[in-house]
């Protein structure tokens, strides 16, 4: 397996890490444990952490093997990063119907407007997966004379 394929790979482990993640922070405040002491801006520095150490390398180890493989496309990779776009977009839509639940006290600009930023995301990760799905290797030209 090259090295882009591996870099795929962990592109799309780190989108379901980060959606895990997203989803689980949404659902501990939308039903918190009675003696948990929930800080304002706690949920937003955990927000801010799990975009750092989830979705910011995905993202990047996302485009490094489509600038690999740009020249020739391949399938396979392409695949791996239309399914980390598809798994991210789901993630994403959870947690924007978890909004509702959510107690109006936690509710701010960087909760509201997460997952809408990273749906838009998606759409492009999903792009770029499709690119290089519908690629095809350059043949070079034969020299007649």
């Known amino acids: 397996m090259g090295l882009e394929k ?3 790979l962990t592109s799309l ?5 980060f959606v895990g993640e997203m989803i689980s922070i ?15 801006s706690w949920f ?11 979705v910011a390398p995905a993202g990047i180890l996302a485009a490094v093997p489509y600038i690999m493989s740009k020249r020739y496309g391949s399938r396979i990779i392409g695949g791996m990063i239309i399914a980390g776009g598809i ?8 947690c924007y119907l978890m909004l509702g639940e959510i107690d109006e006290k936690y509710i701010t600009n960087i909760v509201q407007y997460v997952p809408i930023l990273f749906m838009v995301l998606s759409f ?3 792009g ?4 290089l799905t ?3 290797k350059v043949r070079p030209k034969k020299e007649y004379f």
């Open 6 to 8: 591996w870099l795929a």
């Open 13 to 17: 482990a780190l989108f379901v890490m």
């Open 26 to 40: 949404y659902s501990y405040v939308v039903n918190p444990p009675e003696n948990a002491i929930i800080d304002d």
């Open 44 to 54: 937003d520095s955990k927000i801010f952490q799990f975009i750092s150490i989830g």
């Open 87 to 94: 798994i991210l977009l789901s993630g994403m839509v959870v």
């Open 124 to 126: 492009a990760v999903i």
């Open 128 to 131: 770029v997966g499709a690119y």
């Open 134 to 136: 519908k690629l095809k």
